[in-house]
């Protein structure tokens, strides 16, 4: 099981993914692309290491599930996290791929995006580990997913809108309009409306696209005529609970997202403000963990 | 005694599987109707909370009584615990189950008064009917499984097992046909059963005019013709999703055929419920973004009847579509609610003409002279016209005759998958 290898899966299944991966439009984060090379090019690799560093990408990761979910595949469940889909697609064609993507780096180069890697991996990863320490009801590998591509439209505005940034730092600072308002006044579209039309393009389940879409609408979230599925709602106030914790622990400067939707996330996870002063402790390792 | 629920008195959950097990066989013998209800208090946690375990016990033996005076002799009553209760129901029928179940969601409705306070509870129910020879057990866990798809989608609600997960789902009431309709839809949405086909549209040169996209659905290699499914998710709201989906998927198409050498432009259909939603210009602008693709390489097909009434919403998406640099083209022009001052209004490049008119021709001269009259019109106004539908040659020499400039229908070419279009598109360049 190393690059060297050149047997099936077909080769078609190689360029399938390769041109995903750069179809997606968000570059992979270097550091996990060199860490994923590394530990490929071993004698005798560790698949559970080599699948969970692609799951913490969020391009690797979507270009992984929206191949396994393309009609080449055929399969009737969809897939829904990376992990799924590395079951199908194999260690050798998703290799194959990653190191093409390496040797012919043909992404272009999208300024500050260590932040939003770092941040989704982290966030990630703890919405994961929150869906299953408590019983919130959402499949912890949903909240996973979820927790990696909620942001996924910031990459591809930044890489369109050079003020971009400023604008992220304009929303993340306002303590009354939402995130969502603010970016409205610069920019044609918003990160939320993006990154839903890319999750709904890489087949994720409904569910996900609805939750990345609304993940800043106070009102979606938590007013008592919200149309909006308890299921998305779950999603979303588990999310921004883990960036909380994430923002908190790495000292981070504190966005105004918690103090303005993060009552109505508590409600809806049913925890109680005493209770977060515990887990606070409890996650420090889960969110300073390097993978 | 046992099998006696302690707070209220009622059957405990062992006593409610004994009961159920002894109706169950009597409604299999007697071939009689046999009803299981089961509610669930929403929210219970938090006036569990809020008032303690003892305030919470107050108020389930508060239910516990209104619920014994208002069904007594009707139903056995069950506590399975918690805020669960269960109503067996024998000689009772699913409308009977329904009704009954409306007058407890009314009883839980009652005003509650708790020290202080004055709680308005509300109740998710699910109901299932026994089945010939159904064991009580199974019988049971449907109802609470209905029970729980009720909760799922939000509570204060009540679902029929066999009726789940489909019902309420967008809170709109459906006939059956079209609720297996609504579930298809959704399924496609999650598990990729939509797709586009793109039919040519030539101009009378030869040239390929533009492409436009047609949405196609089918799930487990069963698909549903648009005329059905469009309508559904017209009224369900679905649409504006499924609209989305092809504005992307569209967009995403016009840049293969960029990067692939043909300037062709790609017509996608925008439904009304789109262009009323204050969303659509973000998710035009998204899809753009997105597919990075040429705007002047789209084109967004209006149908007509959007224009009966033009709100200032619908106003501002046209204007904000414009300003992306795509083009507009309206749809179906000629028929239903064709009116002159709106074309006036619209800035679009192309008029559609509806299929209609086509069909008729060239024996039907009144039809022909007033395709020539909507074409004079089109062109006064700037615009290409284009006739949909057409199938014969005749047809076609008809409608080039009076000016019409570009011809759309079986005759040149059936919609065709994605992938089959840059070779067909190849091969009429190398002819």
Partial sequence: MNLNQQDSPPTEVDNLLERSIIDIGIPPCPAILNRFITEAKKEDPDYNRLASTISTDVSLSASLIKTANSPYFGTRQRVRS???????????????????????????????LERFWDASARIARLSGWLAQQFEIGIRPEDAYTFGLFRDCGIPVLLGRFPNYEEVLATANADSERSFIEVEEEFMPTDHAMVGCLLAQNWWLPEEICLAIRNHHDQKALASADSMLPMMCRKLIATSQLAEHFVQNQLGLSLTQEWVKLGPGCLQI???????????YVEVAPIVLADE | MNNIDPLTGLLDRFGCLQAAQKFASVSTAKKKPFSVIWLDIDRFKQINESFG???????????????????SGRAELCRMGGDEFVFLVPQCDRNQAQQLASELTSTVEEPLTLGKLTLRPSASIGISIHEHGEDSLTLLERADRAMYAAK?????????SGDEPIPGRLGITLAREELAIEGTLHTALETGGLSLHYQPIILANGQIEAVEALMRCSVEGESIPPGKFIPVAEKTGLVIRLGEWSLLQ???HARLLQDAGHQTKVAINVSRAQLISPKFTKALNAALLCSNVKPELVELELTESLFMDISDTVQKNIQNALATGVSLSIDDFGTGYSCLANLKDIPAKKLKLDRAFVSVLPEDQRALAVVKAMTQLGHELGMTVVAEGCERKEEIDALLEVGVDAIQGFYYAKPMPGEDLIPWLQARNTK
Avoid: K, W, Y
């Fill in chain 1, 82 to 112: 990376a992990n799924e889909a590395l079951a199908i697609l194999g260690l050798n064609t998703t290799s194959r791929a990653v190191a093409g993507i390496v040797l012919r780096n043909t992404f272009p180069h999208i300024p500050n």
């Fill in chain 1, 269 to 279: 996870l049913d925890l109680g403000e005493e209770f977060l002063e515990t887990l």
């Fill in chain 2, 53 to 71: 375990h003892q305030g919470g016990d107050e108020f389930i033996r508060g239910l516990a009584l209104r619920f014994r005076n208002r069904v």
């Fill in chain 2, 152 to 160: 799922r989608n939000g509570g204060h609600m009540l679902v029929c």
């Fill in chain 2, 250 to 252: 569209g967009a995403m």
